[in-house]
């Protein structure tokens, strides 16, 4: 008897997922990080930051919104080491480290660890953004550790 083997796929963010709405309102953010930026929003009438992207301000509806450069840099505000894989994919990848980085100006983005123990993750590590180009569409956000995280 043969075995088949299956063909693990990648959970990645793209058009055709339930959240395909919103890929144009994503837009300027998945332009940025193909460019190894980090992109957000911000209000034009009161100058906060805004993240995830919104269609309306929540600081001052009916304001203009703007894309800005946020810093590609920050510490851990909170973490979670993952160590049971609900995803085929990430069955050979556990244990890793889901980390909120705060960037400032209230902007925290989420993302995996690379380039470290993800055991040794501590809230306040300084990280810096690490950019994965999946595909054309597609370029991920990871952090790593400034400086090894010594």
């Known amino acids: 008897m043969n075995q088949v083997e ?20 994503y837009k300027p953010f998945w ?15 009161t100058g906060k930051k805004i993240w995830p992207p919104r269609f309306l301000s929540p600081h001052e509806p009916g304001s203009e919104i703007r894309w800005v450069e946020a810093g590609t840099s920050g510490v ?6 993952v160590h049971r894989a609900f995803y085929p994919y990430f069955k050979e990848r ?3 480290a889901l980390v909120a980085v705060d960037v400032g100006d209230g902007v925290r ?12 993750v501590k809230v306040g590590m300084e990280m810096e953004a690490v950019f994965e180009k999946v595909d054309d569409e597609v370029t991920l956000v990871h952090w790593k550790p400034v400086n090894g995280g010594n």
């Open 76 to 81: 851990v505000y909170t973490f979670n080491i």
């Open 6 to 25: 299956m063909q693990v796929i990648r959970p990645l963010p793209n058009r055709d997922s339930d959240w395909s709405r919103d890929w144009d309102l």
């Open 31 to 45: 332009e940025g990080t193909r460019e190894g930026k980090l992109f957000v929003q911000e209000c034009t009438a």
């Open 94 to 96: 556990v244990p890793y």
């Open 109 to 120: 983005f989420l993302g995996n660890t690379v380039d470290m123990d993800p055991t040794k």
